[in-house]
């Protein structure tokens, strides 16, 4: 006999804000099954209010608002069992960032989290990264967001360092990123991957993602270097419209994608990885499972 449940995660984030909805399938003596029922993306960039005037407007401040209404009628009608919402780098920098998470719990009902880096990178973590990495491989994990971007060190399987930095896309697109902060993510970099030689990288988020996509390349197969290094020179090249038009690029995502290409290639050089596995993961993705995970151990 099988049992099914839906879980809901909602991640605010500093560019989008995303409601995925996952159902386990669960069977005794089987491993449980996790599938995206659905997923919703609004773009409402927060980080572009908080970063340069360090709080949320009033105008994005409705819309967040708005959004989480729809989405506490979203996980009713899918009938969630339960579910979690965390706040990252734009809401964890905002003046009125508790402010508005009370609003929101008021009218929509939906209780947010305030996360830090260590919570965000603990949350991603839940993945079961481990199931799609070899033990004889070494991999430098990294998650790029719109205010900030998580580093974790994998060496034959274990987690052996993670740091999160204020190096996110939404920043960069605002010249909000000293060179000090390339220097100290540069360091941290060569640091912890030095003494390891065949390492790779894990790359998640919505850019990232993107871009596997249009290579066209199969799922478990990586991207190279070289075909990441040619890729940022053809976005390059294209103007903001023309990344639209010629790309069929979403309005939200043709900005960003450069600075996110910008830290992937940089990740690379600085860990000397050769090749970049994308397998479409990321704080969502983590909350389903831990959610999952603290049912069945109740």
């Known amino acids: 006999m099988i049992d099914i449940s839906k879980y809901g995660a909602i991640d605010i984030g500093s560019n989008a804000v ?6 386990v399938t669960s069977k005794k003596g089987e491993n449980p099954r996790f599938k995206k029922t659905s997923l919703v993306r609004v773009p409402i960039r927060l980080g572009a209010d908080v970063f340069l005037e360090n709080k949320v407007s009033k105008r994005n401040a409705k819309r967040l608002i708005d959004t989480m209404k729809s989405y506490a009628l979203l996980m009713k009608t899918h009938g969630v069992k339960n579910y979690r919402a965390c706040a990252t780098s734009a809401m964890r920098n905002a003046d009125n960032g508790k402010e508005i998470v009370g609003k929101i719990l008021k009218e929509s009902g939906i209780t947010i989290e305030i996360i830090d880096g260590s919570d965000e990178a603990a949350i991603i973590a839940m993945t079961d990264l481990h199931e799609l990495t070899s ?5 430098l994990y990294v998650d790029v967001g719109g205010g900030s971007t998580e580093f974790t060190v994998y060496h034959e399987g274990e987690r052996i360092a993670s740091k999160s930095f204020q190096l996110g896309t939404v920043r960069l697109l605002n010249d909000l990123v000293p060179q000090s902060r390339w220097d100290e993510v540069k360091s941290w970099i060569k640091k912890h991957t030095t003494d390891f030689d065949n390492i790779a990288l894990i790359g998640s988020g919505g850019n990232i993602n993107n871009i596997f996509k249009t290579s066209g390349t199969s799922n478990g197969k990586p991207l190279s270097y070289m075909y990441l290094v040619e890729y940022y020179k053809k ?7 023309e990344r639209i038009w010629e ?5 939200d995502r043709a900005d960003v994608i450069v ?4 830290i992937f290639l940089f990740a690379m050089k600085w860990s000397k990885a050769q090749n970049i596995y994308v397998p479409k993961i990321g704080l ?3 909350i389903i499972k831990s959610l999952y995970r603290a049912d069945i151990e109740d």
């Open 18 to 23: 995303r409601l995925l909805i996952g159902s």
């Open 135 to 139: 033990r004889d491989r070494n991999y």
């Open 235 to 241: 976005l390059k090249s294209l103007s903001y419209e």
């Open 247 to 251: 790309l069929n690029l979403n309005f």
């Open 259 to 262: 600075p996110a290409a910008e």
């Open 284 to 286: 969502a993705d983590g």
